[in-house]
């Protein structure tokens, strides 16, 4: 249901002018205006410099932004699963490395701002080789044909080395003075806005296309490609389209990691990244247009926050992972936009009471979830490295028995009431619905 | 060439050792209404299948408007004017009742692969999906998701997808089964007038809508053809009597 809430076509679009624009495109304009200010919030006023942990996690968050929504061309719009996609983020890396590279040795000339494109031009030229192959196919066979393509890639990787610079893979300086607005691009801030104008270029032309022939075929063979060919449509044309513009894109985002971190490597074509795509989008809601924008944004949270007070960062993205797919497939978005209808009649408030219910166990029960992996992790990695577990300044032994019986309590507890408030929930959720539809009737 | 839309010469089809079509010959005129009818098991929606190219022939040859069509892809035979409904429905269920209708005139209104065309923007496509949704009297639920619509109205949007390209040979396969009286009724109406000047193939059991709207009954059992003639004709003729409408039809 959440997808098919979630689907742009099922909401009327209408009347133009400025207050319709807002309302239409409010939340993309909010976001882009908490995009642009967020570094100064972090900024440090005495010493006159950015927070480079702030503006490396934002720069991270933007392209894999705009690497998830590409991966949603194909999954949530298009029907396919791939576990290939990073080949197409990595290969527009290293097209971006070498063309950097080539710029600054003055080979060619292309603006800085520009470089980006270098990288989606890479990124669709082997999404067209590539694609050719796997889009004759779809389904389980088309997600074996793009595991097998990412592995052969990041095997080439391996081997091939003046393209891909084997193990050390290929460095590059985005320091080539070839700015249109005089910019050096040297200080990480001025990489972030030309990366945030990439990523609103990207996700305005990826939004757009969605309202395309291609688009809506892309949809159409998704739901049923059978019928797609009774209206004249070579359902493998539509995905073969579908997944070479998804590679520009990818490769776009993949341009934006160069720009950013100034090596590529293997790791960028591997299986962990795509892996990392499949993640995000998921998480974030395949069903909705902007869903992966959500999930890329949580993860790279857990990346690069959550990964430096924990070691076992890995275990809650999986569970996470686990726990979305089982209870909540429609992702973030999807559990969003199923409050709409109760947002719209004014009844959120209803659910005020069952929430906090529902959420304290829940807490408490992730709380009991987390002391325990960390005791595991303490007791094993922690040890090695001669770390000691701090909590709020309490020193807590993963040797003696009483952390792990409080552990243990709270996840048992936790979990066996959250059980019983879940369906309490549901009851609560449901007669909410009821009312509405009652109301909507009268 | 031909008058035929339709003309199949001795079409075989097997399923592995099992001979489902065992040589049919039938023409299809221009402009007729055509119901294929016959016991469960006769072949029917196998035909159907083997001339919109679902399925590939085992031999014999396929014409549509004079031109060979056995072996080419399903949207090849639709882009040259052939079009079909299924006996299971078959729609976009998660695009809404408008997008369904309109993915239906794409390649029709020439936007091929387009992904250049911002659909709202084109007044000519839009119009008409319009005046296809107001045919098929579905404008009331243009935003509602068409897995949501009910049994009858997926069938009726079915319906407008399937003519929505303008072809010229309609194949509709059991349009009204598992539907009410009234709700055939209605469909029978909506086919009648949807298609009309077209030439429309169907498949159908109820025989109250055969012998309503077919200018022309083939009878087929066994994979084979054992009659084809005006409605009144088939009804006196003791073989398809005895074989398929035994004393019902009296």
Same mark, same amino acid.
């Given at each position: 249901?959440?997808?098919?809430?979630?689907?742009?076509?099922?909401?009327?679009?209408?009347?133009a002018?400025?207050?319709?624009?807002?309302?239409?495109?409010g939340?993309?304009?909010l976001?882009?205006a908490?995009?642009?200010?967020?570094?100064?919030?972090?900024?440090?006023?005495?010493?006159?410099?950015?927070?480079?942990?702030?503006?490396?996690?934002?720069?991270?968050?933007?392209?894999?932004?705009?690497?998830?929504?590409?991966?949603?061309?194909q999954?949530?719009?298009?029907?396919?699963?791939?576990?290939?996609?990073?080949?197409?983020?990595?290969l527009?890396?290293?097209?971006?490395?070498?063309?950097?590279?080539?710029?600054?040795?003055?080979?060619?000339?292309?603006?800085?701002?520009?470089?980006?494109?270098?990288?989606?031009?890479?990124?669709?030229?082997?999404?067209?080789?590539?694609?050719?192959?796997?889009?004759?196919?779809?389904?389980?066979?088309?997600?074996?044909i793009?595991?097998?393509?990412g592995?052969?890639?990041?095997?080439?990787a391996?081997?091939?080395?003046?393209?891909?610079?084997?193990?050390?893979?290929?460095?590059?300086?985005r320091?080539?003075?070839?700015?249109?607005?005089?910019?050096?691009y040297s200080?990480?801030?001025?990489?972030y806005?030309?990366i945030?104008?990439?990523?609103?270029i990207?996700?305005?032309?990826?939004?757009?296309?969605?309202?395309?022939?291609?688009?809506?075929?892309?949809?159409?063979?998704?739901d049923?490609?059978?019928?797609?060919?009774?209206?004249g449509?070579?359902p493998?044309?539509?995905?073969?389209?579908?997944?070479?513009?998804?590679?520009?894109?990818?490769?776009?985002?993949?341009?934006?990691?160069?720009?950013?971190?100034?090596?590529?490597?293997?790791?960028?074509?591997?299986? =962990?990244?795509?892996?990392?795509?499949?993640?995000?989008?998921?998480?974030?809601?395949?069903?909705?247009?902007?869903g992966p924008?959500?999930g890329?944004?949580?993860?790279?949270?857990?990346?690069?926050?959550?990964?430096?007070?924990?070691?076992?960062w890995?275990?809650?993205?999986?569970?996470?992972?686990?726990?979305?797919?089982?209870?909540?497939?429609?992702?973030?978005?999807?559990?969003?936009?199923?409050h709409?209808?109760?947002?719209?009649?004014?009844?959120?408030?209803?659910?005020?009471?069952?929430?906090?219910?529902?959420?304290?166990?829940?807490v408490?029960?992730?709380?009991?979830?987390?002391?325990?992996?960390?005791?595991?992790s303490?007791?094993?990695?922690?040890?090695?490295q001669?770390?000691?577990?701090?909590?709020?300044?309490?020193?807590?032994?993963?040797?003696?028995?009483?952390?792990w019986?409080?552990?243990?309590?709270?996840?048992?507890?936790?979990?066996?009431?959250?059980w019983?408030?879940?369906?309490?929930?549901r009851?609560?959720?449901?007669?909410?619905?009821?009312?509405?539809?009652?109301?909507?009737?009268? | 060439?031909?008058?035929?839309?339709?003309r199949?010469?001795?079409v075989?089809?097997?399923?592995?050792?099992?001979?489902?079509?065992?040589?049919?010959?039938?023409?299809?005129?221009?402009?007729?209404?055509?119901?294929?009818i016959?016991?469960?098991?006769?072949?029917?929606?196998?035909?159907?299948?083997?001339?919109?190219?679902r399925?590939?022939v085992?031999?014999?040859?396929?014409?549509?408007?004079?031109?060979?069509?056995?072996?080419l892809?399903?949207?090849?035979?639709?882009?040259?004017?052939?079009?079909?409904?299924?006996q299971?429905?078959?729609?976009f269920?998660?695009?809404?009742?408008?997008?369904?209708?309109?993915?239906?005139?794409?390649?029709?209104?020439?936007?091929?692969?387009?992904?250049?065309?911002?659909?709202?923007?084109?007044?000519?496509?839009n119009?008409?999906?319009?005046?296809l949704?107001?045919?098929?009297?579905?404008?009331?639920?243009?935003?509602?998701?068409?897995?949501?619509?009910?049994?009858?109205?997926?069938?009726?949007?079915?319906?407008?997808?399937?003519?929505?390209?303008? =072809?010229?040979?309609?194949?509709?396969?059991?349009?009204?089964?598992?539907?009410?009286?009234?709700e055939?009724?209605?469909?029978?109406?909506?086919?009648?007038?949807?298609?009309?000047g077209?030439?429309l193939?169907?498949?159908?059991?109820?025989?109250?809508?055969?012998?309503?709207?077919?200018?022309?009954?083939?009878?087929?059992?066994?994979?084979?053809?054992?009659?084809?003639?005006?409605?009144a004709?088939?009804? =006196?003729?003791?073989?398809?009597?005895?074989?398929?409408?035994?004393?019902a039809a009296?």
């Amino acid at each position: 249901m959440s997808e098919i809430l979630a689907h742009p076509g099922a909401r009327p679009v209408e009347a133009a002018g400025v207050a319709s624009l807002t309302k239409r495109h409010g939340p993309w304009l909010l976001a882009l205006a908490v995009t642009l200010v967020l570094p100064w919030l972090f900024y440090d006023w005495s010493r006159a410099r950015h927070s480079g942990f702030v503006v490396a996690m934002l720069s991270q968050m933007s392209m894999m932004a705009v690497f998830a929504l590409s991966y949603n061309m194909q999954m949530g719009q298009a029907g396919l699963l791939s576990f290939g996609h990073a080949v197409f983020f990595g290969l527009g890396g290293y097209t971006t490395a070498h063309v950097l590279n080539a710029v600054k040795s003055g080979s060619f000339w292309l603006p800085t701002e520009l470089v980006p494109l270098a990288g989606g031009v890479g990124g669709l030229v082997f999404a067209i080789i590539f694609g050719y192959v796997a889009t004759k196919q779809r389904a389980t066979a088309f997600a074996m044909i793009t595991l097998g393509i990412g592995e052969l890639v990041t095997a080439c990787a391996l081997m091939f080395k003046t393209f891909f610079g084997g193990e050390g893979g290929v460095s590059t300086n985005r320091v080539i003075g070839t700015s249109l607005f005089g910019l050096t691009y040297s200080p990480s801030i001025q990489v972030y806005y030309l990366i945030v104008a990439w990523t609103v270029i990207s996700v305005a032309l990826m939004l757009l296309l969605t309202r395309t022939a291609l688009g809506r075929m892309a949809n159409a063979c998704r739901d049923n490609f059978e019928r797609a060919q009774f209206v004249g449509y070579d359902p493998s044309m539509v995905r073969f389209f579908q997944f070479s513009l998804s590679g520009f894109f990818a490769g776009i985002a993949g341009a934006l990691y160069a720009l950013t971190y100034e090596i590529v490597t293997f790791d960028s074509v591997a299986g =962990a990244m795509s892996a990392n795509a499949l993640l995000m989008t998921y998480i974030g809601g395949v069903g909705a247009f902007a869903g992966p924008v959500l999930g890329a944004v949580l993860i790279v949270l857990l990346q690069s926050w959550v990964s430096l007070l924990s070691n076992s960062w890995l275990v809650y993205v999986g569970l996470l992972f686990i726990v979305m797919v089982t209870f909540a497939p429609g992702g973030i978005a999807g559990i969003l936009l199923m409050h709409g209808p109760i947002w719209r009649a004014r009844r959120l408030g209803r659910l005020a009471g069952p929430y906090v219910r529902v959420l304290t166990p829940g807490v408490l029960a992730v709380a009991g979830f987390v002391l325990l992996v960390e005791l595991c992790s303490f007791l094993t990695i922690g040890a090695a490295q001669g770390k000691s577990f701090k909590l709020s300044g309490i020193t807590i032994d993963p040797q003696s028995l009483k952390p792990w019986l409080i552990g243990a309590l709270l996840l048992v507890v936790g979990g066996l009431v959250l059980w019983r408030e879940g369906r309490h929930f549901r009851r609560s959720w449901e007669a909410v619905m009821e009312e509405i539809k009652a109301a909507g009737r009268a | 060439m031909s008058e035929a839309a339709v003309r199949l010469t001795d079409v075989r089809k097997s399923f592995g050792p099992t001979p489902i079509i065992m040589g049919v010959s039938l023409d299809i005129d221009r402009g007729q209404r055509h119901a294929i009818i016959g016991p469960n098991g006769a072949g029917k929606t196998t035909l159907f299948n083997l001339i919109s190219g679902r399925l590939p022939v085992s031999s014999g040859r396929i014409e549509l408007d004079g031109q060979s069509i056995e072996g080419l892809p399903a949207h090849r035979i639709n882009r040259m004017g052939l079009s079909r409904s299924f006996q299971i429905t078959s729609i976009f269920p998660r695009m809404t009742v408008f997008e369904n209708i309109r993915c239906g005139l794409l390649w029709s209104m020439g936007y091929r692969y387009s992904f250049w065309h911002l659909l709202s923007r084109e007044r000519s496509l839009n119009a008409a999906a319009e005046r296809l949704l107001a045919d098929v009297n579905l404008e009331s639920r243009r935003y509602l998701p068409a897995g949501l619509l009910s049994y009858a109205e997926q069938r009726a949007l079915e319906i407008g997808i399937t003519i929505a390209g303008g =072809a010229r040979t309609i194949l509709l396969d059991e349009p009204t089964a598992g539907m009410s009286r009234s709700e055939a009724n209605h469909a029978v109406a909506l086919i009648r007038r949807v298609t009309e000047g077209k030439t429309l193939v169907m498949v159908e059991h109820d025989m109250s809508v055969v012998f309503d709207l077919a200018d022309v009954v083939t009878v087929l059992v066994y994979g084979q053809v054992i009659a084809s003639g005006p409605p009144a004709e088939i009804r =006196a003729n003791r073989a398809v009597q005895d074989a398929y409408l035994g004393a019902a039809a009296h």
